[in-house]
Every structure is written in C-alpha cells, then in structure tokens.
C-alpha cells in the first residue's frame, strides 16, 4: 500500500519474553510487525530514530520493583511520552530439555531479576543446582535449547518458542506477581483523559536541599494530586544528587495535575513530562473537594474579575 | 461646579481624634470635606452608601491589636475595597480645663482602647484618680470641656480642638505605638502594583475542620505568600467557628498572589477579597526563586504546550 | 477561725455583670466571697498578690471574639493557669427606671462590647437614641439608676440588682450568643485529665520569619494535635510582631500535648502554659491514630531498646 | 586460641570483585578470614546464621542508584544492622586475555549493572562487540580466563586475580562514579555518635493512604532530620504497595533522630531500624535550632515541671 508505513513495535527481546506477551495483548500490534531489542535502551533509542512507531518495555514489577533502565532511559536522552499501559499476571515456569528430570539439572539460567522472585521455589526443590545469569529470561531459554545450561525459568511462552518442556509452571515465590509495561512514544498529543487516568512525570532538584522531596510532595498534595509510585534514581553526579520519577494519579489536561506540574516546573531546576495515559486497572481518579476543573475555572474567573475591579 | 460631585472622606471621628490626624496626611483629604463619623460601621456604611468617596478607619495597633469593629465590618455587608494605608504614631497627651492641677484630678476619661496604652502611667501619676469609659478618646476630651470629667487621655489635637491645655505630653506606656490606618472605598480596579504592596482577605472555612488554617497557610506558602497579620475572627454562629482576616505580602496583580486566593476560593466556603495596595512603610516583597511572574507565565506555557502535544 | 483562709472569687464587676452571673454557677464560688473587680487586670492581679484564691474573666464571646484585655493580662506578668471554664448563653435586656417608655428613652448606655451585640436591634427600636459607652453593663445599669442615661442594655441580673424595668428582654442581634469565662488561680498541677480537656498556651515567635505560624501548626498537627481558638496579639514591639495565644484539645498529661508543647518550647522564644483544664461542653478529645499515650510509650520504649542495642 | 572464634568476614564474591577491594580497607578485615559469596542474601545469611561477624555489601552507586538486592534483604527476614560504610571509587577496565587486541574481541562479558556504566565507551570502542551477561564482575574475568567470553569489564583487582590484561583502563562513562558499601552485623548497641552519622531505616505504611509519604517526611522534617536517600521498594503484595528505605543524618542517641524515629513507629505499620553509623564523608550533621539534644532536655523538663505544677 503506497504511502503507508508499516507499523512496527519494538519490545524488550527477545521472543518469548513477558514482554512479548504484553505486547500481544495490544489489538494494534496484534497485527502489526514486532521488533524484538536486546536492551530497554534499544527499544527505546529505535522509537527516537524513528524506526518503530512505538515501543513496550517493562516498568515495574510488584515484586522487583522499578526497572532503572527504563527509567533512566525515559529520564535522559530525547523526550518520549508513555500512552498506555500494560499489566500482566507474571507466571514463571521451570523449563529444560525433553527428557530431563529435576534430578539430573545442575544450572539453571534465567535473568537475575527472575531468579530473586524464584529463589525459594529453587532452594526447595533444586538445592544443589548452581544459577547462571541470563541478559533475559527467553535468552536463558534460548541457552538451554542450545545446551548451554541444564534448565530455564522463563515465560511460558518461551518453552514454545525454544521447544523445552516445561517441568513445574507457576514456581513463582508470590504468586500474585504483576509486571507494569508501558507503551513508548515520541512526544504528541497525550491521549483524551478517561477519568482513570495516570501521569509519568521526572523532576531533578534545583540544588540539593534536604526539603527538597518534601516540597515537591507537598506542591502536588495541596491541589489533591496522589502519587502512585515515586522513585529516586542517582543524576550521575555523586551520591546523595537525585531526581525523582513518579507516576501521580489524573490527566495533564486537567486543571489540578497542570498547575501542579506547572508549580515543579518553577520550583525544579527541571521538569520531564513523561505522558498522561489510561490506568490498566480503570480505577477512577479521586477528586478531592476544591480540586475540580469547574473549582478551577470558577476560582481563575473570581480572580480575573477582581483584577478588573468588577 | 456642575456635574461634579465633591469629594468627602468619611473617619472615625469625633473631630479631634488620630483618625483625623492621619486622614490629614492624605494630600487628597486635605482639601477636601471630611465627615467625623460616631463609629467605624458608620463610617463604612455611608462608603456603602454612596455618601463619601472613601473612609480612613483603624484597622489595628501595634499595642493593642486588630479593631475587631474594622475586621467585622469589612468581613460582612456590602463589599469594599481598601486601596491605601496611613501609619500613625500614636501620642498621648493628659489634658484638662486649664488651671486643673495633677493633684485636682478625680476623674479621667478616654475610650478603653487608650487607657490600656497608659495605664502604667495612670497608676503611677495618679493614682487615686477613677477612670471612666468614653467612646472616643475625642469625646473623652469633649466631655472633659464640658465639665463631665476632670481630665482626658487624648492625641494633641484634641486639645487644641476643645480648648484644653495638655498637662503631660507622651504618656503612652510603650512609646513606638503605631496605629494602622486604611482609606476604604467601593469595589473597584485595585491600584497598580509598586512592588511594595500588601492585599488583605477574609476566608470562611469551608467546615469546621481542625487542619482548616493550616491548609490556608499552606497554600499561600507554597506559592511563596507570606502573611503579615492574620486574626481569627468569631461568625458568630458558635464558639470554635471562625473566619480568618489576614494581610498577606504583594498584589493580586501578580501570579503568585491570584493563584493562591485562586486556592483559598476553592478550598474555602467563602473567601472576600478587601483590596491589594500599596505598603505604607515602602517595604518591597520578597519574592522566593520560582514564585516570580516570569516563572509562572513560564510554567503555564510548558504545560500548554504539553497539552497541545508540542 | 485561726489558719483557715476564707475562700474569695475576684470576677469581672461591677455585681449584677454576665460574669457574677457566671461565678455563681461553679459550687465553689456560691458559698464563697465575691470580689468584683473593675477590670479584668485587676482580678488577675488579685490572684497574683495572692488577694483572692481565684477569678473568673471572660476570655471570648462567640460574637464579639476573643478579649484582648484578658489574653494580654495572662500573656504578660507572673503566671497565671486556668483551672476551670464556664460556657453562659448571652441575654441581654433593655432596662430602665420604672415608668420608662421606648418612645422617652434619648440615651442607651452599656460597654461597647455589648452594644455590637444588639446593634439591629437599636437601629429598628430606638433609631433615634444616642448610644453612651459604659465601662462595662453593669456600670451602664447603675448610671440609669443613678439618672445619668435613659435605658441600659445589661444582664437580667442587673435589672435586679439596680431596681430597673426590663423593657424588652432577649434583644441580642444573634441569639446563639455564647460567652466563655475562664477560671484562673495561680500556678499549681493541674486539674487531672477527663478525656475532655483543653489546653490554652501562648507562643512567642522566635525570629519574626514569615512560616513562623504555619512551623507552630504544623508541630501540633503531626501530633494529633487540634486547635478550637488561636489569636495573634502584638507584642507591643511594632506592627507585624506578634505572639499566638490558642486553646489545643486535650491536656498536658497526654504524650502528645506534652510532645507537641516541648516542641513550641523549641522553636519560640519562649512559650507560656496557661493551664489545662476540662471542657465545659464536655465534648471528648477526639485521638487520631498512633497518638494515644500507649502509642508514645511503645515507641519511646522502642527507641530506648535499640539505642541499648537489645 | 581457645575461646577466641576467628574474626570473619563475608562479601559479595567472587574474589575481585569492588566489594572485597572495599573489605581490604577496613582495618579489621585486612586481618582476617574475607569469606566471598554468591550473592548479597547469601553473605547477609551468613551473618544472620552467625557464620561471619559482619558482611560488606554494596548499598548504592552514584550511576545506577540502589542494589535492590541489598535493601530488600536488609528489609525482611531476621533483623541486621548496618555499623559502618565504605565509599569506593568505582574504576572499570576492560580487560582479556594476554595477547588479545581490541579488533578481536566480539563477546564482552560482565554483570549487567557495570555494563550500563560503560555502555557509551563499549559503543564507541567495540561497536561490533556482543554483551554477555554475568553474574558479576569478578565472574566475567574468570569466564574470560576460561575462555569463555573474549574480554571482561571488571575491577583492576580481577585482573590480577584471574591474570588477565588491562587493554583499557578507567573506561567508565561516568569519571567520578562511587559505590557506597555498608558493612551490615546482627543486632547491638550502635557504635557511638561522632557528630557526623547516619541512620537506615526501612518504613512500611499503615494503610495504602495517597500522603504516607508526605507524612513521614514531615515526621522528620519537623524534627530538623534531613534526608540523604529514599527509595520506594515493593512490599510484593501488588503493584502500588510500597515500604520506604531511606538514610536520614544523625544518631538514633540524639534526640531528635529518636523522636523521629518513635514517630515514624507510631504512624506506619511497622519501622524497621538497621542501624546508625559514622558517615565515611564525614560531613557533621546540620543542627538546625531548637534540635540540640540541649533543647530536647530542657524542653521535656519544662513539660515534666508544668505536670507537677511547679
């Protein structure tokens, strides 16, 4: 179809991950082109070069919790802005080659991010086994297909993917495990709000003052502003230099997050919007009384009105 | 003249009082007519009314606090709009009919506002002598004239006007007294900022929740507001329901200031704004990093163009 | 009788006041002897000099506010505790001699005070009388027996007292009018906790810095810690310095009130404890989680504990 | 020796690694058994289990912020506590077997962590070189020395260790990056105060309320503690669920940090301490007015003395 770009998504590879999984779930790449990437970083740097339309990379998991990398990489570098996101039951299985017995595994690979949310199931029911690190979970699965390593924790999607059999599926230590991904593109127009609806938002600190959290809680609580998650992440510089990457509840478009930006935005040395967006789980956004945009707009009129001697 | 109506400055009289003395000091009030008026409310009201262009009215003292009269009529009835202020050294004289000697003094008279100003010196130099209340310390001095009382506790000009001869000058207690004047007049355009200004507002909570004042104390400071008077004031509905007056620092020409009586509008079940003008003792307002007009013009346009996916 | 002190009440006078009214319903006072006062400093300083074993004095109304005269007294001097508070519901009458018609009364007297309360009804009943300030409403009764004013605005009570006529009764403006009278003895260990208590402080800011108000509420809040009245009053050192006199709920037996006033102790320049005492409307102090004096004992004992590194 | 056990020491092995560089610097350790670990659980195990005396671990790096693992297994299981910290400077060289040049390398192996401290140089210098994941740095150059990887990003001490070759030396992006180890014990009395400390801790909120954070630096900002880390963890119950693990300044024997801390134990679900400890920096602690231990003591006996009535 001339005149028509294909639309293509990058992931965090490679087959077989969580992420492709996630990913599939999106109706619009469901049929489109997915581009694995061996990195966060890849996925993200191929979304700014315009090779991909958008891209899907794990943010944080309720076990693990952040994933640096993507925050690092949404924090530095060209802007992009999430417009979606993804939750996903996270289900590990034990996977080795066809044949092989509990008995007989030695290693077992998985990325080290995997091994900590299996690490009791392991200690049970393979104490003797030795971990290897894998750069991801299908990359162990892949190890295994080759030999490289006896088992695998992985996906199971990854089991059909390598051809291994799957030994012991949901060995995850918590089984409720949920991985947040989120959908990664150059900066535009943020989505309409829902009313269920999330902003991702990273500040860097004017100069390092001890308050310095404290304010910037403080500037969005007042305007009844609720985070969800708030991270520090080192700036680089020497320990104790941070900026903060936090997801807050509600839509750029509306009154109370954009004053509340706006008030980091004065107070910040700098303020990256990192995209407003739908909530996976639709839970609607509390309003606090006096936090409404007719409060707002009511409010500002006063005001204006005041100025005029009306 | 035809068509023009003349000016008139209310006060709170009788003639004789600091009120007059400090409406005197307004070039505008000097050649215009002046209207002694028995109270503050009165004095106000013929403002409401359209009788006089503005009225000069305490507003409060630096011994013996606010004029809860002054508070409570501007806090209730029509609005009005302050749109300067008059600082007033406040200097007591002892007067009396002339040949009365400190011995001969049974009686003093002067409104009880003035008496707690002098009462050390009462007690020291005339000790046997009985106070008695008036309502002003002008008509204390008229009262004195007419053989009502002895003697009075008054300002100088009293004396002059009911022809008394000031037995001791300066007999205030503490000698730095100062009293706050402001010229009230009909809701209008509010007078240009100077960069030295002051804007006064009374905020009814919302419902009677303790946090109340600290959240109205709040959302000033965020925004770099600082208070430089603040009262409680009864609604008259119950004990422990209040209203707050307050002078806070700047202009509502500026963002900072209209953002935050933006924030107290909405927070509050009322919010009355009495005026934004110009500080008396020229103190410019300090302005904290980020609270600037550039910074806010700066931080709404970013937001903007978040929003607009620039 | 040798050694036995005779129990003696100072309170506001003249007899026949609202707070004789007062004194008499606390069980103590009715045996005892009355002591009436011309002012409110002067019963407290009869409690300084060791003159009488108590007073009562009005310390708010819910109309008029706070009296200035009796949070400055307290705030200065030696010190004085409340032990006690007496709520009384303002009503007032308008009194005369016998034979006194509304239509002959040219002069209405009673302390300024008193006549903001029935200001509407003087306007629509007597619009053509003249108003004269009495020392107090008692004061103003005795000068319409003595043929001084036509009619006084007093205390039921004083009609009695100075064999006047009521002429019309319950003219308040607002008839919810509430005052609250406190009793203050010298200082001594306070009356034990009810689980209703208040505590009435004065706090003395430190360096006059502009958070200097929201610093002292945010101390209390974090502590659980609710205020029911706060005032500023000058210092008497220039406008714009202040001192904070509030009531907390609860008593300073409470870790948290204890907490919360060790901290003001640390931060002011100094801060004057003005008793604790039970509510006279009884109502509980309400105690927000982690507050109550089992929470600070567990985790006082928590700290001591590590700090022996058990 | 009979009665004496031999002084031991765990780290994060293998040999080689940063973390028995930094061990090498204390003192106590140089002379003792260093027993290297597989991971942080385990060497933290080995202390619970009363293995070793102490296990040095990496608590956080100027560029990747903090080890998950570490703050995770300090925050669960069996308490420990932190009794002193090393700052290394991070130097990263490249490294492979003798005779190897940079065109010959096409697999370069380390732990993820190192490898996105010296991606930018990898980009530039072997641009077509592929990234193995290992375990950690010392285990990629014994990966390399058994042939099974081409080059390793490691310490210069593993070079040594696994004789291999530095080809390039202080390769890190970052010049001036430091990781801050933490030398963890079971629990005991904290090495005393030196004026310059710094206290852990781990909070878990109370119930999931949007402001627990906001609350908990108030807690600390009240009492003058600062912050010098904060970091959100998953408490692994589901996503939004989070416990705190921040450094504040100061000693739990000072009082403020141990009102702090009581504070902190009255409002969340549960505080965890892991120790205060002298701050390798040595930069004294900031005591702001009114926080002295002096102040705290005065105070307190200022309460105790009003509950006695004295």
């Known amino acids: ?35 694995p990437c061996v990195s966060v970083a890849d996925a993200l740097d191929a979304v700014r070069r315009g090779e991909v339309s958008a891209a899907l990379v794990p943010l944080e998991n309720s076990i693990e919790g952040s994933v640096a990398e993507t925050l690092d990489t949404l924090a530095g570098g060209d802007p992009l802005h999430i417009t979606r996101e993804v939750l996903l039951p996270v289900s590990f299985a034990l996977m080795a ?9 030695a290693t077992v690979t998985t990325m080290p991010h995997a091994e900590a949310q299996v690490r009791a199931f392991l200690r049970t029911s393979l104490p003797r086994s030795r971990f290897v690190a894998a750069s991801s979970t299908a990359e162990g699965a892949r190890a295994v297909a080759a030999g490289e390593a006896d088992a695998a ?84 510089v020497g320990l104790g230099r941070y900026c903060f990457s936090f997801d807050a509840e509600g839509h750029i478009a509306t009154q109370r997050v954009g004053e509340g930006l706006a008030a980091l935005r004065r107070i910040c040395a700098d303020v990256r919007f990192v995209g407003s967006y739908p909530r996976a789980d639709g839970t609607p956004t509390d309003e606090r009384f006096g936090t409404s945009d007719l409060a707002f707009t009511d409010a500002d009129a006063w005001v204006e009105a005041l100025r005029r001697g009306e």
Chains 1, 2, 3, 4 share one sequence.
């Open 97 to 105: 080659r066809a044949g092989t017995t509990l008995d007989g595994i």
């Open 153 to 236: 924790v992985a996906a199971p999607l990854a089991a059909e993917r390598y051809r291994l059999e799957v030994l012991v599926d949901d060995i995850a230590d918590n089984p409720g495990a949920v991985t947040r991904f989120v959908l990664v593109g150059r900066p535009g127009p943020p989505p309409p709000p829902t009313g269920a609806d999330r902003t991702t938002v990273v500040a860097f600190i004017a100069d390092d003052h001890p308050g310095a959290l404290l304010e910037i809680l403080t500037e969005l609580a007042v305007r009844g502003v609720n985070l969800t998650r708030i991270e520090s992440r080192p700036t680089g």
């Open 1 to 35: 179809m001339p005149g028509t770009a294909p639309v293509r998504f990058a992931y965090l590879g490679p087959e077989g991950t969580f992420c492709e999984q996630a990913l599939r779930t999106l109706p619009a790449a469901a049929a489109a082109e997915r581009v």
